[in-house]
């Protein structure tokens, strides 16, 4: 016995798990399907008195443009974004502008930004709108799953309060620890990089000219992204040690430590908000999907964030995904049959590897005291600031503007 039928059932309600749902339930165009989104935290709004959350997204245009097809770009934009138009990275024995650093503007690639950086409840609030707006969803919150038994034709996830959902495709998007890739028996490999990230929102002396700063320093990468009030949102990766002393530490001590460590670019740091750290980690499944159960977002890959692309790449997963479903459907086909399924991964599987392990070789090349690394990667990003060609379709590439782009990523 079950207690409801659903075309899909999504576990883990983040950014991408809520962007699938928007995309699957017809908010794009194609058939709406029923879905069921599960969600284990409780519901949290939004609003804009709110202090800027300390999770940050730097959203790519690809992204942005699939934020827009589920319909909760426009809301996202009024309500506060900050675009930013240039970027400066640049290693820790030279200046942000001297030989050795590389510099992206895009007016140089006839864009308006290079992307923006968004609070992450924002997004989540944008889409949570139109999820409500949306006939055919069902959000269940709070709400985990305490087993999936995979059937024939169909799954049934039992909740841990004993309900039971049939759906014909399961689609885990529950994060970095995914109780639904456990459940359905997908494995799981990877490393930490004994590294935590702190993030905390800081004033600084000199405005940040809408620009992302990011320094490597041989602890790990140091970034300063520009935010809508003035201030900037530091994502400092530093060895786990070092981390603790920096979350611990009195806000003025951790004000001159990072005004040093970014070479004050933005002058001093003259006052720090709320700090926090997240452990870093890579890892992804071998597998995405199976016969009734696909994996997207963190539940399939989890990247070093140096470049802020953990969330855009879910958000393509997403997209890559429904696009899928919308051909099985359209054509008459089980969207929850492995070549549908299979069709997701071969697409995405790929790309994301490739990825991971772009950011985790940038990661150790950056991260090296040998002197002539240290040589190579200074003469690597001079060599590139000056080759347009190759510099703008780096960019494109990040952005998100270039490759094989899910329908839902283009512009409309
Ligand atoms: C310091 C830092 C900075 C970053 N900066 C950027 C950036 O600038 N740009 C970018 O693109 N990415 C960035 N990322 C990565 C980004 O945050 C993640 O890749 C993204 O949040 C993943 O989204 P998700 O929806 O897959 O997973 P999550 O955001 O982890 O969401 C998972 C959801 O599932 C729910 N859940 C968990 N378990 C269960 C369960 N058993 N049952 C039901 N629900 C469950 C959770 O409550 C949550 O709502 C950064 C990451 C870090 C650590």
């Known amino acids: 016995m079950t207690d409801a039928t ?36 409780a519901p949290r709004r939004f609003a804009l008195s709110d202090p800027l959350d300390l999770r940050v997204l730097a959203v790519s245009r690809a992204a942005q443009y699939i934020l827009s097809a589920c319909g909760a770009w426009p809301a996202i934009r009024k309500a506060r974004v900050s675009p930013y138009r240039e970027m400066r990275v640049w290693d820790a024995l030279v200046s942000a502008r001297g030989y050795g650093s590389i510099h992206f503007d895009s007016a140089e690639l006839g864009e ?3 992307g923006h950086i968004v609070e992450n409840r924002l997004v989540l609030s944008a889409l949570y709108d139109v999820l409500e ?42 994060g970095m620890a995914s109780r639904t890739r456990r459940l359905a028996d997908l494995g799981c490999r990877g490393w930490s990089y004994r590294q935590a990230a702190v993030v905390a929102h800081v004033e600084t002396r000199l405005p940040h000219e809408a620009t992302a700063w990011q ?19 530091v994502v400092w990766s530093a060895p786990a ?37 997240f452990p870093l980690q890579a890892s992804y499944a071998p597998a995405y999907v199976r016969a009734r159960c696909a994996l997207a977002g963190d539940a399939a890959h989890v990247v070093h964030p140096l470049a802020g692309q953990g969330a855009n790449l879910g958000l393509l997963d997403a997209a890559a995904l429904a696009e899928q479903i919308r051909d099985a459907v359209e054509s008459g086909l089980d969207p929850g049959d492995t070549p549908t399924l299979r069709r997701y991964e071969r697409r995405r599987k790929g790309h994301n590897l490739a990825m991971l392990l772009a950011l985790d070789g940038t ?21 590139v600031d000056r080759a347009p060609p190759l510099k703008r379709r780096l960019a494109r590439r990040a952005m998100g503007l270039d490759g094989d782009l899910p329908l839902y990523a283009r512009a409309s």
């Open 363 to 383: 990661h150790r090349l950056f991260g090296s005291a040998l002197a002539p690394l240290g040589v190579l990667r200074r003469a690597g990003l001079a060599a």
């Open 112 to 114: 308006p930004d290079l």
């Open 215 to 233: 320094r490597f320093l041989p602890g790990g990468p140091l970034a300063l992204l520009p935010l809508a009030d003035g201030r900037s949102s």
């Open 241 to 277: 040690g070092r981390a603790s002393e920096l979350l611990e530490m009195p806000a003025g001590d951790f004000c001159d430590a990072l005004a040093e460590a970014s070479d004050f670019v933005l002058g001093s740091v003259t006052g720090s908000g709320a700090r926090a750290s």
């Open 6 to 41: 659903y075309e899909l059932v999504i576990v883990g309600g983040g950014v991408v798990g809520a962007a699938l749902a928007c995309l699957a339930a017809g908010k794009a165009g194609g058939p709406p399907l029923s879905v069921a989104l599960v969600e284990a935290d």
């Open 133 to 174: 707006s949306l006939p055919g969803i069902e959000i269940v919150r709070p709400a985990a799953p305490a087993a999936i038994d995979f059937e024939p034709g169909h799954a049934v996830v039992t909740l841990d309060d004993g309900r039971r959902l049939a759906t014909r495709l399961v689609v885990g998007t529950d």
